[in-house]
């Protein structure tokens, strides 16, 4: 059997056992040929857009002899898909901007009909997948945070939930945090940090936001070399969002598992 990543395992264990998986920009497909390795899913599609990939991904199938119930298909995002012919789609290792995309055109165009669970995994930009989620009623059931090979990866199950507004509503109320942030500037930091991972904080996510505060003071100190009254609001703006993402950090619990 396929040995995977702990970033593709983290989101192999998300998926629902029993499910038909699609795995779109599935590359060398190693996701979902494992899931069907492992009998946790009984059918799959992998989906690609480039032929490199899509060459890659029909070759593992077939090598691992899973080519009758892993159909790997070529096209854009969730186009590849039949209405209902999935239980579970997972995205992983492209940017939030990008998965986003997928999803709205596959929402617009009907691919996610009979689809129940979403496990997604960007690379960068997570507030802007937790927004589209939030936007159309997925529930964001559960997320993950993990270091491998000195990267970062966040890692969301959503879920198809007919109370999925009320469950959001409860789960984006930032009243948690023992500070004061009003209400849009509360859903803002979720969005952006993550409404899981700051209930249940581990030394990664604390890692995770040293990382991006050393990152953003490098470029207050470039915009505050800039003389431009355009660097000087940016700079403002930075600070002001540091100084947010700090208070956030300070108040969360310290006593945190050293697991992941
Ligand atoms: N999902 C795998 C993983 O997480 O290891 C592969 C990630 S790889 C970095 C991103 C893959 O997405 C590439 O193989 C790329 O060709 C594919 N891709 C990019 N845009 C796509 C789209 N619109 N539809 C389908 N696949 C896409």
New binding site residues.
């Given amino acids: 059997m396929l040995k995977l ?1 702990k ?2 395992q983290t ?1 192999a264990d998300y998926v629902t056992e029993g499910s038909r998986i699609a ?6 497909a ?2 979902p040929v494992y899931l069907l390795q492992s009998k946790k899913c009984p059918s799959g599609i992998a ?4 032929e ?3 060459e ?1 991904a029909r070759k593992q199938a077939a090598d691992a002899g899973l080519s009758s119930r892993l159909s790997v298909r070529q ?6 898909l039949k209405p209902g012919e999935a239980d579970t789609v ?5 940017g939030g901007s ?1 998965m986003s ?2 999803l709205e055109a596959g929402l617009q165009a009907g691919k996610l009909s009979g689809v129940r669970e979403l496990v997604l ?1 960007p ?1 960068v930009g997570e507030d802007i997948v937790r927004r589209w989620l939030y936007e159309h009623s997925w529930y964001l059931a559960d997320e993950s945070i993990i270091e491998e090979d000195g990267k970062i990866y966040e890692v969301m199950r959503a879920v198809l939930d007919i109370d999925a507004a009320e469950l959001n509503n409860k789960l984006y109320n930032s009243g948690f945090l023992s500070f004061g942030l009003n209400e849009e500037k509360g859903i803002a930091v979720l969005f952006q940090m993550g409404p899981h991972l700051l209930r249940k904080p581990t030394p990664v996510l604390h890692q995770k936001w040293r990382m991006e505060l050393e990152k953003q003071e490098r470029i207050c100190q470039q915009l505050a070399k800039s003389e431009l009254a355009e660097s000087e609001r940016k700079l403002h703006q930075f600070r002001a969002e540091m100084n947010v993402t700090q208070e956030v950090l300070q108040c969360l619990p310290t006593d945190i598992p050293s697991s992941n």
């Fill in positions: 990543s970033r593709l989101i795995d779109i920009g599935s590359d060398h190693m996701l989906g690609e857009l480039n490199g990939p899509y890659a096209g854009d995002g969730l186009s590849v997972t995205i992983a290792g492209m990008l995309e997928i995994q690379n």
